[in-house]
């Protein structure tokens, strides 16, 4: 199993520029999240999914789109991009069984500087 | 409310000494709880979660429900051990409340 994948590792854009990161797992999780990590303020959640075409905001949702058309797929959407969205994005999905809530199995982050 | 405090940005201690990382939560109901461990540059990863009861690399977590605390122990620190560690929180919908993080060095 390759787990959870981001896609890009890195990535400069403009201010106002639109981009897509993409995440994907391979693990058949039902829930999936979108958090970012910024110095001093731990790790956020921007938007989760607890299930194929069912989405929800988290704490930090302002500028972000999402979309969860398959149980593998999570692409997290920067409408226009701004320099406050600088940060590293990372991708986490998870499962619960008979009631008992499984860990996170993360990614490996997207860099995003925009300037 | 939800929410995981964990009181240290940065904490030193020499290699061989105690380390203990604190971590405080909030939450209504039966709390699920983990601690996740960053290595430099790397991505996020469990490293153990209350209700297996587990010990990982040396580390121990109890949690207290009367201080509604899951404080990180372990009893002789590593330099490998020098990393980023989040107290979390698992709440309804499976979203998962961070804390703030703890920067640990372990120095030689």
């Known amino acids: 199993n390759a787990g959870v994948t981001q896609t890009p590792k890195f990535q400069v854009l403009k201010t106002g520029q639109s981009m897509t990161l993409q995440c994907a797992q391979d693990?058949?999780?039902?829930?999936m999240s979108w958090y970012r990590q910024d110095p001093g303020m731990g790790l956020r959640l921007i938007h989760y999914?607890?299930?194929?075409?069912?989405?929800d905001q988290g704490e930090v949702p302002n500028g972000y789109n999402v979309s969860r058309s398959t149980t593998e797929d999570f692409p997290l959407r920067l409408l226009s991009a701004a320099p406050s969205q600088t940060s590293v994005y990372f991708c986490?999905?998870?499962?619960?069984?008979?009631?008992?809530?499984?860990?996170?199995?993360f990614g490996p982050g997207t860099r995003l500087t925009v300037t | 409310a939800q929410r995981v405090t964990q009181p240290e940005k940065l904490l030193s201690v020499f290699k061989g000494a105690p380390v203990e990382l604190k971590c405080n939560y909030s939450?209504?109901?039966?709390?699920?709880l983990f601690w996740y461990v960053q290595y430099s540059r790397q991505r996020l990863q469990l490293l153990l979660r209350?209700?297996s009861r587990e010990s990982i690399k040396g580390f121990t977590a109890d949690l207290n429900k009367g201080e509604t605390s899951f404080h990180l122990k372990k009893p002789f620190a590593q330099e490998e051990d020098s990393a980023m560690y989040y107290c979390?929180?698992?709440?309804?919908?499976?979203?998962?409340?961070f804390g703030t993080g703890t920067s640990l060095t372990v120095i030689p």
């Open positions: 999914s607890v299930g194929a075409g069912i989405t």
């Open positions: 693990m058949n999780h039902e829930y």
């Open positions: 939450y209504s109901g039966s709390p699920e």
């Open positions: 209350h209700i």
């Open positions: 986490a999905s998870s499962y619960s069984s008979s009631g008992t809530k499984y860990e996170q199995y």
């Open positions: 979390a929180l698992s709440g309804p919908g499976n979203q998962f409340y």
